[in-house]
């Protein structure tokens, strides 16, 4: 893959990718870590519309937690739905892709996606963190779900979402 390209953040933290394409970041004591993406996937579901409507109190699960040592980072996702009724979503009652529990990964707005009757399709990518540094250990096994951050909409249809993620192993090791 070529060599290594690790950065330092305003923060003085070190990131960035090793030579075998693994990411390289702090661990709490100070040192490097080895996280090793070990497997990139797509993930395809249709959200029924009852179910989109509860979004806000009860996620979706749309990748189940890896298990123990085991982070998944949601990289994109494609959100559509198909014309119809069109949801009514007040501010903020965005579609997002979440850790259980956590902050957006990526989020669409509801403007003119939700609110539409016609046949829509969205792309989002990774929301930048702050610091530079995603925090992997705080995500260890945890699943990646399907919310809607503020409130809840009403209305709708089924919403059929992709989302593009990466498995990372051995953080610890």
Known sequence: MGAPSILTSLHGRAFG???KGELISNNTAGGLVNAQAVQRSVVRVTIA???VLALNAVPFEVVP???LGKTLVCDKMVASKVAGVA???GAGEDLAIIPTGGAAFCAIDSAGFLDSVADEIRFAERVPVNPEVLDLTALQNLALEATILVGEVTGGVD???EVHYTLYDDLLS
Do not use: D
């Open 87 to 89: 949801f009514t979503a």
């Open 159 to 161: 919403l059929i979402v």
């Open 49 to 51: 519309n009852a179910l």
């Open 65 to 67: 937690a890896p298990g």
């Open 17 to 19: 990718l090793g030579a």
